[in-house]
């Protein structure tokens, strides 16, 4: 039998000999125990997962056995290695996970959002990567409790490979030996039928959304229902509620909770392949990759799409479509319908009856709304003498007039108001003609409208009026003769955000709409429910003009929102250089803070904006402000590897050796953790203390061991860095970087 000869990295087949006598038990259910153990003679820490052959049928447990070898060849960062079996113990030897389960930390702790998402981002890279083998490697018992944690919360799939599919297997032997081992809710519908195909990668993709949504609410699916309760919900296409997901979320949760949906669809074969998930999951997890729960403004993505509001209320307009030409079996109504595709007008007043008048189409439209619909006033007379009403409505609340305005038949639109239409009559979500005609820039119609009594303040069910959608699409004209018609005050009005007119024409760019609603009494300094005011919205959309004319009209340039960001933050964290400048030239206060302590320079660092930064710096800004837990901007650059906002942080005078509160990591911690060498570079020659040691007793050699970087590791000995420090569990950075099979730096380090 092969002895282990120091190093985890290989396969072996271990004896109870090869460990130190202090086991300690770790965790245990009824497949087994887990042990914390440690290999001589380097004490290296390991798991030693017992596996019971009375749970486990002898020829799984064989197969085990034969493929462990295979096993422990799958290296991945996200994925739990496995060293090898100890046959005397009937155990698999694995990378010991200080942090245990991801089930006992969903239990135990409130996570935030950023660590959630990269959470799941990780564990979506270890799947991708089983996934990504030729052949496939099949999970088939994915859940939280097989997703571990190491030392600093990052995730590692395990128990891969354990579960398999043999052809020719009982799908309910199958099914059963997964509930036994508390699966059942990660088990996908189409496991339920007498479908023979064997479980695919899908299978997979499945219980990650169950997966993603268990760490999204910190909840366990299907709490308290039966096997059978849980089976017949999965089969039926029930899922675990979205509505327990807290709706106190950052908006990119709700691109999150698409991706679940798409996992854990009915039909297999719209499930997406891990590799488009890894894509996705990225592109969320970097937009909340910050260090520690930083709240920043809901317009922290830096596309329109991050404030709703800034697009009309969501409105899907269904206009009634003409048929093609009829076929010799079609009805009379359906005859009708085609003359008027046909334009030929003249044919459809002839045949027209009074009997068509009422005939119901698809979607409650009647054939008056269809006869509008073709343009032709003198049609839409004939109808209308033939006894349609006037005011009849679509399935959607669409009005004859609704349709005229849309289609900007102006004569119609007249002739429908002679005949009586009701211009104050809205569709399902409550929209007027006004506001459609508002919304197009239709003046014409507008005029129109509001002469024949139109309610110029009318409020569709998101509280917008004509005049808001005016202003949000530039339509000056439409806004001067609204303003005409409205009292003094309705320049304030507010939609159901507590968005002004201002808001929205300031977020915009508009600039001439601004002068005039600041010209005609509105308030620069009123503010939203969240307590932006148009500042706010201008600053962070870098709409430069406008800032300047806020400016001017007095707008108070320090107003905090309900995190406590001002004009300036927004501006420092979108990079608005200039707009930055204007705020400071007008008495802005460089170092405000947020509700967490955050300067503008903190964000301005963070996102790398390096003009921003000396911009910030050359009105007064101060470089070594501290946030949350005292972090100052230079350990936020460090972080983000902005290595040029590192150098000018540096050249103004940031102290390289401040430590931060928590854990008392220096910027220069921070540098090796981000493997950041040019970052690392700048702060040594800043005389950055390179053995200087956190709360943890590690030195930046010991974090640069632990990560693997042999540039940064070499820079740090060239300065002085002392390799015989002994960290808080007595390593040096020889020991760490052994202990994570970081080979190249034992080598350096040996020298």
Known sequence: MDRFDGSPGEFRNFEKADFEADWIKVAENRLGQVYQVKLKPLRIQCALKSLDTMLYANNIYRRIIEEASSMAKVKFKYIVSIYGLCSEATAMVMEYMSNGSLNNLLASHTLM???????????????????SMKPPLLHLNLKTSNILLDSHLHVKISDFGLIHWEAGMNKKSFIESLAARGNISYIPPETFTQSPDPPGTVFDVYSFGIVIWEILTQQKPYAGCSVTTVLLQVSHGKRPSVELISEQRPHECDQMICIMRQCWDQENKKRPQFLDTVRKTEALSEVLKIPGPILLPNSDGGQKSDYPWLFSPKHQIALPELPDLPSDDQHAEDVLLSL????????????????HIHIPFSGEKSLLHYTVAS??????????????????????????????????????????????AAANLGDEDQWTALHFAAQSGDDRTVRLLLDKGAVADAREKAGWMPLHLACQ???????RLLLSRLSEEAVGEREAQGRTPLHIASAFGHLSITKLLLSQGADPNATDFSLYTALHLAADEGQNRIVRHLLKGGVNPDSADIKGFTPLHMAA??????????LLSNRASPDSKTLQGWTPMHLAALRGHEATVVQLESQGACVNARGMNGWTPLHLACHQSEAEVVARLLAAKADPNVSEDNEGWTPLHTACTSLSLPSVLYLISHHAAVNAVNSGKASPLHLAAKHGSTPIIKALLQTGADRTLLDSSGSTALNVAQRCEKWDVV?????
């Open 473 to 479: 699409n530039d339509h000056e004209t439409v806004v």
């Open 340 to 355: 008027l595709s046909k334009k030929d007008f003249g044919s459809f007043r002839e045949s027209v009856r009074k009997e």
């Open 573 to 582: 964290l979108k990079g608005h250089t200039g707009i930055c400048r204007q």
């Open 113 to 131: 959002w950023p660590k959630k998402f990269q959470m799941i981002h990780e564990a979506s890279m270890g799947m991708n990567f089983l996934h």
């Open 375 to 420: 343009g032709d006033a003198e049609s839409v007379e004939h109808v209308l003498s033939l006894g349609a009403q006037v005011n009849c409505t679509t399935a959607r609340g669409y009005t004859p007039l609704i349709v005229a305005v849309l289609k900007r038949h102006h004569d119609i639109i007249s002739l429908l108001l002679e005949h009586g």
């Open 747 to 751: 080598k350096l380090l040996e020298l």
